[in-house]
C-alpha cells in the first residue's frame, strides 16, 4: 500500500526567510502525480503546487518550488520569501494512477513569525 | 462558479441519529470525494466516484454511505453517529480521475454526543 509521510509535524521560519517541508512516500510504481496542498486557519484547502512523476523538471510556483527526487521517493516544498499569509497546515499527497485514490500524509504545521 | 459547497458548516448530533452532508458542484467534474479530517491523522479518504452511478470505498467507510444520482452532487450519509465520528468532513472534485487537482469544499465541521 502507497503511504505518504511527513516527518516534521511542526515548523516555524522568521518573515522573509526560507523553508522547506519535507515528504516521502511509497510506491513500486512509476505512474503517479504529487501534490502539496496549504489548508490556513480558515480550514479551505488550497493548491500550492503539483508534480507529475515521469516530468523530471521540478513544478514551480512563484515562491513555491518542488525538489522531486524520484529515486529517493522524496518531494519536498520549498517556501521562498516567507511570508505572514503563509502560515498553515501543509499536507503532501500521493495519486497512483489506476487507483482513484489520494493519499494525505498527516501534515506539517507552519508559523511565520514576524 | 461557486466551486465545490459544502452544507452544512458546522452540526451537532446525538449518538444514534442519522443524517446527511451536502455536497455539490458545478464544474463538471467527474471525479468526487469525501474525506474526514482528525488531529494527527491528515486527510483520509472515506468514499469515491468516478462518475454518476459509480461510488467505491476509500479508507475509512464504515459508518458512511455515498450515493451519485448526477455528475453535481455526491451526499454522504451517516447512518447512525457515533462519538468516533465526531470529526471535519471534506468534500473535493476533480475534472477525471487521473491525478488531475481536486478543489476542496470549506468543510463540515461534525461533533457526535
Known amino acids: 500500500a502507497q503511504t505518504v509521510t511527513q516527518s516534521q509535524p511542526e515548523m516555524s521560519v522568521q518573515e522573509a526567510e526560507t523553508v522547506t517541508l519535507s515528504c516521502t512516500y511509497d510506491t513500486s510504481e512509476s505512474n503517479y502525480y504529487l501534490f502539496w496542498y496549504k489548508q490556513p486557519p480558515s480550514r479551505q484547502m488550497i493548491l500550492v503546487i503539483r508534480?507529475?512523476?515521469?516530468?523530471?523538471q521540478n513544478a514551480t510556483e512563484n515562491r513555491f518550488s518542488v525538489n522531486f527526487q524520484k529515486a529517493a521517493k522524496s518531494f519536498s516544498l520549498k517556501i521562498s520569501d516567507s511570508q505572514l499569509g503563509d502560515t498553515a497546515m501543509y499536507f503532501c499527497?500521493?495519486?497512483?494512477?489506476?487507483?482513484?485514490?489520494?493519499?494525505f500524509g498527516t501534515g506539517t504545521r507552519l508559523k511565520v513569525l514576524a | 462558479n461557486a466551486g465545490v459547497t459544502q452544507t452544512p458548516k458546522f452540526q451537532v448530533l446525538k449518538t444514534g441519529q442519522s443524517m446527511t452532508l451536502q455536497c455539490a458542484q458545478d464544474?463538471?467534474?467527474?471525479?468526487m470525494s469525501w474525506y474526514r479530517q482528525d488531529p494527527g491523522m491528515g486527510l483520509r479518504l472515506i468514499h469515491y466516484s468516478v462518475g454518476a452511478g459509480i461510488t467505491d470505498q476509500g479508507e475509512v467507510p464504515n459508518g458512511y454511505n455515498v450515493s451519485r444520482s448526477t455528475t453535481e452532487d455526491f451526499p454522504l450519509r451517516l447512518l447512525s453517529a457515533a462519538p468516533s465520528q465526531t470529526s471535519v468532513y471534506f468534500c473535493?472534485?476533480?475534472?477525471?480521475?487521473?491525478?488531475?487537482?481536486?478543489?476542496f469544499g470549506p468543510g463540515t465541521r461534525l461533533l457526535v454526543l
Open positions: 473535493a472534485s476533480s475534472y477525471s480521475s487521473a491525478g488531475e487537482t481536486q478543489y
Open positions: 508534480q507529475e512523476a515521469y516530468k523530471q
Open positions: 499527497a500521493f495519486f497512483r494512477s489506476g487507483t482513484y485514490k489520494y493519499i
Open positions: 464544474m463538471n467534474h467527474e471525479y
